[in-house]
């Protein structure tokens, strides 16, 4: 029986314990964030979206190189001598045009590793975290800011200037060996005399 | 008005003391299940739902109900169909009918029958066939599991539920239930104190606390929630109703919940009397302190219920076959001595 009163106050005690922490909850703070209406300030160096600096870019591709499930997608077009492509802000002269600069962020796995081999820090994390999308292509972000009519036209220059370096080589090539055959019959005349004027001397 | 409308024509009469109960019942459930959300939400440290209808996602309810409008009704191949159609209503309906008996102000009581308590508890009796209905129909083994433990639960705490209202209705000698509010009108306790039965022998608060918690039990709130504990029994007897049947249950649940609050408030904290004596009395005052008082304790089942963990369904029988049947049954006992002697 007292065993029984002692059991039923310890009961109720706790009860009313654990309705006393529950009411002071009910009173107290919240932690929910309203989320599309409050967000949370990023920790600085969130890595949430890679982002490319393209005016900085000297397309050396470590980057890509760099890139563990090859998300960077990177292609290059020797600019022409006609044109200066400038410096970046960081004095490392530019000599390609970036005709393609795409990474896909479907693949991307955040890694971070594409940032520090970048000898000009045109590549990096930014903390824009909401880009979802309905389809995955969607997901490929395209750095390269040249039009596709400019991206035609600087690969066609591009081709006709190696077409004439490859032809100024092969001018020169040509030219070196004439220069070359000339010595060489110029040298066998030479020989031939100092044979003639040897026999002369004999006789 | 009552009176009135019956001048008019009797169905009419019918069908306006069918309404009341009706829209009070709808219009608590709306705000019941709401109100839940923020107070589990709150007590979690979170917010509840907050997107719909503006201030604290006020309209929650009202899109929940849409959602459930629109959904599938769904119904098992080896179900019994008849019976698994029927079992929510009937659910429903049980809850409803008792609210008859329920005097919601001191002008407005349903049905103002001499053996009100005696209805009441009949009729929410048949709450415990409609789940085992449902849990048997739907021919799966959670359900029936659910049904069988309801039926259990529920013939076991009638017991001392109506032990500690015969407490009340031993010393009010009344069943009729506005005759027991009418009991409980002045301020006479110690001077101040109103004339509730909790204030009026120590005994009655004891037949509260068993009451409380027998209530607990009956409408299957936390921490006796076995029937349809979401862990164990995927929703017990709920586990192959979707769409609107199951909003039927969940309407019966809120609806009986409001219904045993009632039942207390009406029995132990003097129903429609105003707590102040003649101040703020009246049929509308009346309504308003009843209300309060019945929601007052749907809160504190609420409280209770994101506050304490479920019980065993062993422990849930020896609470009640071992220690409030027999003392809710030595305290009616004792009333009655306290009754002969004062």
């Not at chain 1, 009519?149 to 080589?169: F, G």
């Amino acid at each position: 029986m007292l065993n029984a009163v002692k059991q039923s106050w310890l009961t109720f005690r706790s009860i009313f314990t654990g309705m006393g922490v529950t009411i002071r909850h009910f009173f107290g703070p919240t932690v929910t964030l309203q989320y599309p209406d409050e967000k949370m300030e990023l920790p600085k160096g969130a890595r949430a979206r890679l982002y490319v600096n393209i005016d900085d870019c000297i397309g050396c591709n470590l980057c890509a190189r760099a890139c563990p499930v090859n998300c960077i997608d990177i292609e290059t077009v020797a600019s022409t001598q006609d044109v200066d492509l400038g410096k970046t802000s960081t004095g490392n002269p530019k000599r390609f045009w970036l005709t393609r600069f795409d990474i896909d962020m479907a693949k991307c796995m955040y890694c971070d590793l594409c940032v520090h081999p970048c000898p000009t820090n045109c590549i990096y994390m930014v903390s824009e975290y909401e880009y979802s999308e309905y389809d995955r292509s969607n997901l490929v972000y395209h750095f390269s800011n040249l039009e596709p009519e400019m991206v035609a036209e600087v690969k066609d220059k591009a081709e006709k200037e190696a077409e004439q370096k490859k032809r100024e080589r092969e001018e020169m090539m040509r030219k070196k060996a004439e220069e070359k055959a000339q010595k060489e019959l110029e040298a066998k005349k030479k020989a031939e005399e100092e044979s003639n004027d040897k026999e002369k001397g004999e006789e | 008005m009552t009176e009135y409308v019956s001048h008019i024509h009797p169905v009419a009469a019918i069908l306006v003391h069918a309404a009341i109960p009706l829209t009070i019942i709808l219009v608590y459930a709306l705000v019941a299940i709401w109100g839940e959300r923020k107070i589990a939400g709150f007590i979690q440290d979170r917010l509840g739902p907050m997107r719909v209808g503006g201030w604290h996602g006020w309209a929650q309810s009202i899109a929940d109900l849409l959602k459930l409008i629109q959904k599938e009704d769904i119904i098992p191949t080896d179900a019994s169909r008849f019976l698994f159609k029927f079992a929510p209503f009937m659910m429903f309906a049980a809850s409803y009918a008792a609210f008859a008996v329920i005097p919601f102000s001191s002008a407005y009581v349903g049905s103002m029958v001499n053996i009100g308590v005696f209805y009441l508890l009949a009729v929410t009796s048949l709450l415990t066939l409609s789940i085992i209905m449902a849990g048997w129909a739907s021919n799966n083994k959670w359900s029936l599991l659910g049904g069988m433990r309801s039926a259990a639960q529920m013939v076991s705490y009638e017991v001392p539920t109506i032990a500690s209202v015969l407490t009340v209705v031993l010393v009010a000698g009344s069943l009729n239930l506005m005759t027991v509010t009418e009991m409980q009108s002045g301020n006479d306790i110690l001077g101040f104190l109103p004339n509730w039965f909790i204030f009026q022998n120590p005994f009655l608060i004891v037949a509260f606390i068993i009451f409380f918690i027998s209530i607990l039990a009956e409408s299957h709130r936390v921490p006796f929630d076995l029937p349809e504990s979401e862990s164990e029994l995927v929703a017990g007897y709920q586990t192959e109703y979707s769409g609107m049947r199951w909003a039927m249950f969940m309407l019966a649940e809120y609806a009986d919940m409001l219904l045993l609050s009632l039942l207390g408030a009406t029995l132990f904290f003097g129903g429609w009397n105003s707590p102040f004596g003649d101040f703020m009395a009246g049929p509308l005052w009346g309504f308003f302190w009843f209300m309060l008082k019945g929601l007052s304790l749907v809160i504190v089942m609420m409280w209770i219920r994101w506050t304490l963990p479920r019980y065993r369904v062993d422990q849930l029988m020896h609470i009640c076959w071992s220690i409030l049947i027999p003392l809710s049954f030595v305290n009616l006992v004792l009333t009655a001595l306290w009754e002969v002697i004062f």
